[in-house]
């Protein structure tokens, strides 16, 4: 089971439609630094496919990644990442 508190839980929320009614998901970049703070459940690999995923489908900006990854507290370990997909 996962929690998250603070900022990490009420940021990066939007609001999409779908089918007619309105739904309150995490933006990709939020859901990209959320896979790295996770990674030791859902595994590294799962993280850098998230990363590369929301890079080349163009859903997020490496920098919205950087903005979310400073307020999940995984900034130093994302760095590495984040400059080869940059």
């Not at 603070?6 to 630094?33: C, F, H, M, P, Q």
């Not at 996770?38 to 993280?47: C, P, Y």
Request: charged letters at 30%; glycine letters at 6%.
């Amino acid at each position: 089971m996962l929690q998250f508190t603070g900022n990490a839980y009420s940021t990066g929320i939007e609001e999409v439609e779908r089918d007619g009614v309105k739904l309150r998901v995490y933006s990709a970049a939020k859901t990209v630094a959320d896979c790295f703070k996770h990674r030791n459940k859902i595994g590294l690999d799962v993280a850098l496919e998230a990363l590369k995923d929301a890079r080349t489908r163009s859903r997020a900006t490496v920098d919205d990644i950087w903005h979310f990854a400073k307020i999940c507290r995984e900034a130093n370990v994302m760095r590495p990442y984040l400059e080869s997909v940059g």
